[in-house]
Structure formats: structure tokens, C-alpha cells
């Protein structure tokens, strides 16, 4: 019979196309609002390593101004980053399973000799080698650097697969080698195309940015004096003149993430960070109370205002609009069955049972909003893309949000999701209401 | 066999509570050609409303070929409908946006028969009525009397043991409501058992038998006399 159905249903729509294709805008924009609201807040607000979540954290403390917090807005919590002395003393504590320090920079780029030579400018995540391992970086060739390149000058580099397209072409680059800014580096690894869509290892460039261009051990940016390109804070007035007066400093700019497998290691490192806070604050450092924090990625997630509040006022106010595009869908609905009724009266007396009207009507409903989840997802993507436009109009090398120009399998199933919904919603009573209606009263009258 | 024994169907509303049939009591036999007549509102569409289980009643029982219809659920009541009744209406009712072949069809769809068997009755059922050669018009390209007669098709291609006839002819000319009513004679030889309600007394005299209704009761009706040994043994439709 569902065949038969369908073809009733469109059959039914050639009837009133005009009050047909109102249902299915309606129902369209509705879910396409919905498709725009709830990809960006799952693109913004989704854990891109959950699977992890519970062993990743970041580390934190709160070495900010006596008087006036790191976020007075939210005086509660710690700076997002460290300074250098305290990240790379909790970094040699020993106690995680993997410990990754990391800043963001950058330089030029070239590869002497090759068949582009031209210098171009590219980003660096400097890092020390756990990094990889940590965030589940797959590599394409090669690998990450030894032990040793964390502590001193080794000049050797990782490149991202778009970096190593550039400059080489795609191929595997493992042993050629490139300058970066004046120095050579020899390519020890290529990883394979990656990215953590929010960026939450290090939140301060763009919660969307893509990866940096390539990878440099902590060693050799220490030992050259590569700056920071990323985010640098700082609050007290002292001599920032020299690297080694920086590197001294109260400024924070060091990301700093750690893999604890278990709540004893947890234990042990948050233990860790309290006696090195007491040991500092005794030397004058620390002025505000004790607040040494290890988040894990989801609430690290929240506590960086990845969603912001307006993400989830937003897609209240889609469903809101959904659910009044299904209230008229109701009525237009109801409107068009009920004027259809004299028919359902002739079915009933041929033989239809109110079960068998139900799902003929029923079906119908569902195809319209199969027809409507279909322009919504239409409208989503161009939803979508404005949103893109929107968000980049302003600095257009915000590429990480091109993630919300395009729609992902969790976007479709939404518009899925949406449709039985929508069909539900709005064809659940009319389609009861036409089953019950009275035959003998419309073969009388028509 | 249909046999209905002091039914009562009541309308009520706010104001005023209107008894449709009152203490109605009627057998009619299998293979009966059945006029019913009787003045306006006085209860002979209600009493085949009934009879064709599109509304039920409050009191009374009403057995149909056997089965006491009262304690049947909607389904079943659909089913006994679809399986045992056949409808035509004054006004055809014919839906508009199906052609011939699938007006006949519908009663048959409900019954979930296969393509072959369904196509089969449907063109049969045209044929008895000389409508083969328009099986694909739409009703709006039909005369009246074609348009009754597809009606009649509907009803017959699901073989009923039961054919009621609301005013078949009450839209027709005098012609083709004579031609409607030859068509109905021919069928109930056949074996099909008719309902008839109309105004028009010189149709009802064509009828087996009369029943007269006023005020929802019996008030005159001609007795059952047993068919014709030839008749009663004549074969149905559409096999």
C-alpha cells in the first residue's frame, strides 16, 4: 500500500499545488534555520578528541596581578596560558603520561634549490616531540623527533600535508631539507591531512584556525630565539628588554597540556603544582589565592567561551521558529485536509478503515517534509555559507571557518531528525482528525 | 442475509435530540431487489447508512450475512464493508482526480488483492457496464449516466453480496435512469442482493419488494415472497 499512498500523496499535491508548496517552504525554511543553527553550534561546541577527554588537560595557574584577575569577567578563572619558567618546570615533573609545552610562531619559508625558491611565510607550532602522540596527529612520512631535540638545538622539522604540498610538491619530503627564516631545517616527518576543529589545544588564534604550517622542536626555537606569533599576556610592569628577561617574565604564552591515564597520576600532578605554587609564593610570586588547574578538554571547551551563550540562544530561537513554521504547517494541513474530506468520506465507504486513512494521510505528510528537509538542507548550505561570508568578511584568512560553509553527516541527519519531526508535529493531528471524520455526512453532501 | 431488529438511531445536538429510526426492524433476504421509500427525512438514508456500517446505531442488533455488526471494531466493520457491500450514491461520488480504471479500483486496493487479480475484476466489472473503451476518461469527461454507471462498476468489482443504492437515479434523465435501472435488474439476476432508496415510486414498483418509511419506522412494506428456484441459483459477477 505505500506505494499506492504516494501516489495519492502526489496525486493529492497537483490537487493544490499552491497550498502544497506553502507546506513545503514552511517546513523548508524552518528546518534550514534549525540546519544553520545547530551545524555551527556542533562545529563550535562538538569535542573533537572526546574519546580522550577524560585524560587530557590543560594546566593552569594562577600567577595574575594581586588586584585584578586574568578575565574580570570571570575573575574565577586562571590565565589560559603559562609563563615560560612555570611551564617549563611543571613540564620536567615526570609525573604524566605525555607532558606537551607549545607557543605558536612563525617565519619564512623557502627550500633552497627547489623548484619554487621564493621565500613565503608560514606558521609554526613550536612544540616538544609528545605533542604528536598526544593529540593523535597521524603522520604520512616519517615521524616526530627524539628526546633530546626537546632540550637543545636539533634542526629538524615536521610539515603539515599542505605545507609539504607547496614546497614539495606532495612527496615525501623525509630528508630534504628547508630554511626556515635563516636556518636549515631537515624535514623529519609529514602528517597527514589532521585537524581539531575547535583548535582547543590552543584557542587564542581563532577557535577554527587550521594547524599550523609546520612543526619546530622546543630545542631549536628556545636556542634561536624564535618568538611567539601567538597570544602574549602580561601584567606587571618589569623589564621585558632581552629574550632572557622575556623568557623571566610574569607574561603568559605558554599552552600547556598533559595526559594523566588516571585519577592517582591526577592526583599527583595537581599535588605537584600546589607545593611548586606554595614554593613560589613563599618567594614572593603567586600574589593571588591558590588556583592550579587541570581541565579536561570539555570543560576547557566551556571555560574558553567555545559556545558562546548567543550559539545557544541562537538555536533556541531556531526551534522556536521551527515550531512555529509546523504550527501553520497545522493549519495548512488541516485546512487542505479537511476540504479533501468529501474524498475521505468515499474511501471510508469503499471500504478504508481509519487506520488505512490515518497512513494514507499520514504519508503524505511525510512527503512533504521529506520535500521540505530537502529545501531546508538547500537553504542550510546557503545559510551556511552566508555564515561563512559573515564570519570571515572581516579578516578573510580565518580559514577554519570554511568548516561552517559545509555541511557534515551530523548536519544531514539533523535535517532527518528535523523531518520525522516536522511530519510528526504537524501531520500527527490532521491525519488522526481526517481518519475520524464522518463519511455519511460527506456522501451526503457532495 | 441482512436483519436488522428494533434499531434506534438518535441525533442529538445542543437543543434538540432527533430519532432517525425508531423500534426499525426489516429482513431482507439474499438476492432481494428492496425499494425503500418514503417522504424527505423520514429515516431512509440513515436506515442505509447502517446497513452499509457508515454510522452505527443505539439500540437494537443488526446481523449482516451473519455477522452481528454491533461488536465489531473499526477495522472489521471496514473490512465486512469492503468485502460484502457495494455503494452507489445520487451523486456518484466518483473521485475526481482518478480516472475510471482507478475509481474501480479503490474498494479493491483496501482489500490488498495483487495487480493481475485487481485488473482482472476491474475490467470486468467495466464491461458489464459498457464502460471498457473509457476505462482511462476522467469523470469529468463522463456523462451523468456514465458517471453512475462507473459508480456502479466501484461497486460491483468487488463483488458484493450487497449492493445499496442511495437515489441512483436522482441525477439522471429519464433515459438514462432507465437505463441505471435496467443495469441494477440485470446485476440483482445475477444474484445480487439490492437496496434501493428512492422518491421516484415508479422505480420502486420495478423492485421486488416495497418498505415505506415514515418517521424512522416501517410503516407499510410488502411481504417477502421466496425468488425464482432460476434466479436465486444464478451465478455472481466478476469471477
Redesign the interface.
Known amino acids: 500500500m505505500l506505494g499506492y499512498y504516494l501516489r495519492l500523496a502526489l496525486l493529492s499535491f497537483r490537487r493544490n499545488p499552491g497550498l502544497t508548496a506553502l507546506m513545503v517552504v514552511a517546513i523548508g525554511v524552518g528546518i534550514g534555520v534549525c540546519v544553520v543553527s545547530l551545524t555551527v553550534f556542533h562545529t563550535m561546541s562538538g569535542n573533537p578528541i572526546w574519546w580522550k577527554s577524560d585524560r587530557l588537560f590543560a594546566v593552569t595557574m594562577d600567577s595574575w596581578d594581586a588586584n585584578i584577575p586574568a578575565d574580570p569577567e570571570r575573575p574565577q578563572l586562571p590565565p589560559d596560558q603559562l609563563t615560560y619558567r612555570d611551564a617549563t618546570y611543571l613540564h620536567r615533573s615526570g609525573i604524566p603520561q605525555r607532558s606537551v609545552i607549545m607557543y605558536r610562531s612563525g617565519g619564512v619559508v623557502s627550500v633552497p634549490g627547489g623548484a619554487d625558491p621564493r621565500p613565503r611565510p608560514a606558521t609554526a607550532r613550536v612544540t616538544t616531540r609528545d605533542f604528536f602522540a598526544m593529540f593523535e596527529v597521524p603522520f604520512k612520512y616519517g615521524g616526530t623527533w627524539n628526546t633530546a631535540a626537546d632540550e637543545s638545538l636539533e634542526p629538524v622539522i615536521v610539515l603539515t600535508d599542505p605545507m609539504n604540498q607547496k614546497l614539495f610538491g606532495g612527496e615525501n619530503s623525509v630528508g630534504r631539507t628547508l630554511r626556515w627564516n635563516d636556518r636549515e631545517f631537515r624535514v623529519i616527518g609529514v602528517t597527514a591531512p589532521w585537524e581539531a576543529r575547535p583548535r582547543y589545544y590552543d584557542l587564542n588564534n581563532g577557535h577554527f584556525d587550521p594547524p599550523e604550517d609546520v612543526f619546530i622542536p622546543w630545542g631549536a626555537a628556545i636556542a634561536l630565539d624564535l618568538d611567539s606569533a601567538g597570544s602574549t599576556n602580561c601584567w606587571k610592569s618589569e623589564d621585558l628588554s632581552t629574550r632572557e628577561a622575556f623568557l623571566n617574565s610574569e607574561c603568559v604564552w605558554i599552552q600547556m597540556w598533559v595526559e594523566l591515564p588516571d585519577a592517582e597520576s591526577r592526583a599527583r600532578m595537581q599535588s605537584y603544582m600546589d607545593a611548586y605554587w606554595a614554593q613560589q609564593r613563599a618567594g614572593g610570586r603567586f600574589p593571588r589565592p591558590r588556583n592550579n588547574r587541570l581541565t579536561n578538554v570539555d570543560q576547557w571547551l566551556v571555560d574558553q567561551r567555545v559556545v558562546s551563550n548567543d550559539n545557544r540562544v541562537l538555536v533556541g530561537l531556531a526551534f522556536a521558529f521551527l515550531a512555529v513554521c509546523l504550527i501553520n504547517t497545522v493549519g495548512l494541513l488541516l485546512a487542505k485536509f479537511l476540504n479533501a474530506a468529501p474524498i475521505a468520506g468515499i474511501r471510508r465507504a469503499l471500504g478504508a478503515s481509519r487506520r488505512a486513512l490515518f497512513a494514507q494521510h499520514f504519508i503524505e505528510v511525510g512527503v512533504v517534509a521529506a520535500a521540505g528537509a530537502l529545501l531546508g538542507l538547500g537553504l542550510g548550505a546557503l545559510g551556511l555559507y552566508a555564515v561563512r561570508i559573515l564570519y570571515t568578511s572581516e579578516n578573510p584568512n580565518r580559514a577554519g571557518y570554511e568548516a561552517l560553509g559545509h555541511f557534515d553527516v551530523v548536519s544531514i541527519l539533523w535535517a532527518a531528525a528535523l523531518a520525522v519531526i516536522a511530519a510528526v508535529a504537524a501531520g500527527l493531528y490532521p491525519a488522526w482528525r481526517i481518519g475520524r471524520v464522518e463519511p455519511a455526512v460527506y456522501l451526503k453532501n457532495q | 442475509m441482512l436483519d436488522m431488529q428494533h434499531i434506534s438511531k438518535v441525533y442529538r445536538s445542543d437543543l434538540v435530540e432527533t430519532h432517525a429510526l425508531r423500534d426499525f426492524s426489516l429482513t431482507v433476504h439474499a438476492g432481494e431487489f428492496v425499494a425503500v421509500t418514503g417522504p424527505s427525512g423520514s429515516g431512509k438514508?440513515t436506515f442505509l447508512?447502517v446497513a452499509?456500517l457508515?454510522?452505527t446505531f443505539h439500540t437494537g442488533r443488526y446481523l449482516l450475512d451473519g455477522s452481528d455488526v454491533s461488536k465489531l471494531s473499526?477495522?472489521e466493520r471496514?473490512?465486512l464493508?469492503?468485502?460484502k457491500i457495494g455503494?452507489i450514491?445520487q451523486?456518484?461520488?466518483l473521485?475526481p482526480?482518478?480516472d475510471i480504471y482507478d475509481n474501480v479500483d479503490?474498494?479493491l486496493?483496501?482489500?490488498?488483492m495483487n495487480r493481475a487479480e485487481r485488473h482482472e475484476r476491474i475490467t470486468s466489472a467495466l464491461e458489464l457496464v459498457g464502460l471498457a473503451s473509457r476505462m482511462h476518461h476522467m469523470p469529468s469527461q463522463l456523462s451523468g449516466g456514465q458517471q453512475q454507471r462507473a459508480a456502479i462498476a466501484?461497486a460491483l468489482a468487488?463483488d458484493p453480496k450487497f449492493l445499496l443504492a442511495d437515489e441512483p437515479t436522482g441525477n439522471l434523465d429519464s433515459l438514462m435512469a432507465r437505463q441505471v435501472l435496467d443495469l441494477l435488474e440485470q446485476i440483482n439476476e445475477m444474484g445480487t442482493t439490492i437496496i434501493m432508496v428512492t422518491h421516484d415510486l415508479e422505480l420502486a414498483r420495478r423492485a421486488h419488494r416495497n418498505v415505506h418509511i415514515v418517521d424512522g419506522q416501517i410503516s407499510d412494506f410488502r411481504a417477502y415472497e421466496p425468488l425464482p428456484e432460476a434466479v436465486a441459483a444464478a451465478g455472481t459477477i466478476g469471477r
Open positions: 438514508t447508512n452499509g457508515l454510522e473499526d477495522d471496514s473490512r464493508r469492503n468485502e455503494f450514491f451523486g456518484f461520488n473521485i482526480d482518478l479503490v474498494p486496493r483496501y482489500r490488498r466501484r468487488g
